[in-house]
């Protein structure tokens, strides 16, 4: 009797369910047509029986959501196979099945503006309705705060709005004062910058074009600046074509999306409704590449929007201004005609902290990394050539500075290099190739093992470094090797012997020869070749954890531009 009964159970629920899932709409969502058209019907076939694996992503049963409030692509689940009555996750949301996380095409991202992007667009734009937007998560913060000191607070531009896209950044630059609004994105890491190349860069870039799409959709006109971008001079009084939809800054030949000062035309915002379409339908490549692939597809419609190529001379991309301009230090030579530099064309952000550094483009002063009274410093040069050995001379000499740093409990600041694509030595001898560690290794690695061993070359001529730190130096010290004749020296430097010149000082000699500056702030080395040889970390095991931070990897011959290759074949 008792299995009869469950057995009868068993078959309502059965028929139950069955009906459950006969009466529910499962909604598949398909990639949207370049421009905007209404999606067209589930064409897929069936994959002749077979299951495959699809991505999911949330989206609110009734499109109530705002832009800043949920954005719906914030899953990852991988399934193979539906249950049921289709998918719901926890929250009792309907899940739709597709091809892509970001299923919203342009028309409905008009529709979902957030309360807080208002306001700030209302508060920040001037009586033209012109605003300049900048956009950040909590990974880039220090560029959004470097930003705001070196170009906006400096040239007193009142219309600007920083638009955030996690709650991390917008209560942190809030309580610091500066004007934000919030677009949470969620999908990315937003804690950590973002190099080209990678998964969450490709994201991150194109929420640009979604907020571009909203606040031309509100009739403001916007200046879009990256917060890798340098200000010399107000840039609204220099976007001549009054005609013009769009004003572009050039990357030689392409189009940038990070500097782009668009008016609310029609025909600029089907530009950018193609650029998000394009997206959306693909998800492989940053905003910029989505950027032309529209000009491309409204130009062979004849529908493309007059658009402006700013003048290469005035706004000059990473190339054009840091390497053309061979400005590698202190922003020399200056550059009076210019209204801006983007520190683009680097392969990591590293990189790009770096050469903002060197050319006293970087403020941000975290961690006291600048105004530190009590912090002890060495610094060396780099005087003499050794031909094509000169790099290998040079990067032990970078060594042996790491060991003294840590021996002394100082910090090293940089000489400058001889570039590690030099390849003569008439080339690698000419001044122009006094070159940054950009041109020597691969920062990144270099800078993940010793970020906090190092200053840049210009360290001590920056404007936040204390007086008493730039201005209180050793005399001239050497500590005396087999690479260097010390009768090569000068008579003012106090000269150091190691009880073995192969090999270098060893640390109880480093000890006992500069110690006694110890309330010195800055060590000045006449240079460092052979002052130390890499035979020394066996014998003392202070060395032990510097020796594994000293990879191949970590000195690793690098172009000046840094890029991975890796970052092209995602």
Known sequence: MRHAFLVVFLMSAILVAYQLRSSITVMFARPPSVEGEALPPNTD??????????????????????????????????????????WVDKDGRRVVEGK??????????????????????????????????????????????????????????????????????HLELNLLGVPCSLHQYGNAASDMASDFGTAAYYEKTNVKTAIVIQALSLGYTVLVVDLDVILFRDPFPHFPCEECDIHFQMDRDLYNSGFVYVRPTPAAQALYNVAWNLY????????????????????????????????????????????????????????????MAHNNYLGSTAAKVYRFRENFMWMVDNGAYYSNVSARYLMYENPFDFGLETRQREVEALKSALVLATVMNRLVILPTFRCCTCNSRVECSHPMHRCPLLSVLRLKPFDEAFHELYREHVFLKHPKVPPEVSTQRSPCLFINSSLVASNNISDDCRIFQPSNSEDGATIEEMEKWFGPYENVSVLHFHSLYG?????????????????????????????YEQWDESAFKF
């Open 531 to 559: 002052a130390h040889s890499s035979k020394q970390f066996d014998r003392d095991k202070r060395l032990s954890k510097l020796k594994q931070l000293m990879t191949e990897e970590a000195f690793k011959c690098s172009e």
């Open 280 to 339: 959306v339908k693909y998800q492989r490549a940053h905003d910029q590449a989505y950027i032309n692939m529209a000009v491309k597809v409204l130009s062979e419609k004849h529908r493309l929007p007059k658009i402006h190529s700013l003048s290469t001379q005035t706004f000059q991309c990473g190339v054009y201004y840091f390497e053309h301009g061979n400005r590698m230090f202190e922003n020399k030579p200056t550059c009076e005609k210019c209204v």
């Open 100 to 169: 892509q996380r970001v299923r919203m095409n342009a028309e409905n991202v008009k529709k979902t503006i957030s309360s807080s992007f208002i306001s700030g667009l209302e508060r920040a734009a001037n009586a033209q309705r012109q605003v300049l937007i900048s956009i950040v998560d909590h990974g880039f913060l220090d560029f959004a705060v470097n930003f705001k000191e070196v170009s906006i607070d400096r040239l007193n531009i009142s219309n600007f709005l920083l638009v955030c896209t996690d709650k991390r950044s």
């Open 45 to 86: 076939n069936d994959n002749n029986g077979v299951e495959m694996e699809k991505k999911v992503v949330m989206m609110p049963v009734k499109p109530t959501f705002a832009f800043g409030e949920k954005f719906p692509a914030i899953e990852r689940t991988v399934f193979t196979k539906k249950p049921p009555g289709g």
